[in-house]
């Protein structure tokens, strides 16, 4: 009998050693699962993955050659979040431009409720590929845009394509969709107090 005894209290720190472990591992992929949304988001960023662009302005090149024998057509798409009762769309549905050649369309929103609200465009360009050589120098999605109740706002968004852009390809499109971030903003606003 006392040599089970023995066994089980030397099975014990063993146990408490499985367990220990077992918990930092749980931890490790719970602290993992969080680290990859961002870094899933920043190599799309960079890589231009999934149709994913740049969230800051590009500068313009001095110089910069228009190709004119080239011409690509960019077609805009706009959508609203699911529930948002809101008119977001482009001035125009596409535009031919010529890669090196700056470009400015306008963007209309209008906040058809009763409240002020905080809204987000974020932007996604198909093909992907096209994303590595759309340039925005200004654009309604670098930042939240602030609508009161009814109100209308038009959104500029100045643009170049790349003149290194693949001759493959001659069309994309640029789609944005709007977010409302209005409660997100006050959380944050909130926990910053």
Known sequence: MSEQNEEK???????????????????????FGFALVPLY???CEITGFNGRTSNTAA?????????????????????????????????????????GEV???????????????IAQALPSVSPGEASLYLNKTECFCFEQQPLAAGERAVMPMQ???????PDHITRFT?????????DQVRVTASRAE
């Open 9 to 31: 209290k030397a099975a014990r720190p063993n146990n408490s050693r499985i367990i220990t472990r077992l918990l930092a591992s749980v931890m490790l992929m719970f602290a």
């Open 41 to 43: 988001e920043k190599f």
């Open 59 to 99: 500068q313009t090149i001095d110089g910069m050659q228009v190709d004119q024998s080239r011409v690509v057509t960019v077609e805009f798409h706009t959508r609203v979040s699911r529930g948002v009762p809101w008119e977001f769309s482009p001035e125009v549905r596409s535009i031919r431009i010529h890669p």
């Open 103 to 117: 470009k400015v369309v306008n963007f209309y929103v209008e906040n058809r409720t009763d409240k002020n609200v």
């Open 159 to 165: 643009f170049y394509l790349d003149p290194d852009l």
């Open 174 to 182: 640029l789609s944005y969709m709007m977010y409302d971030l209005t």
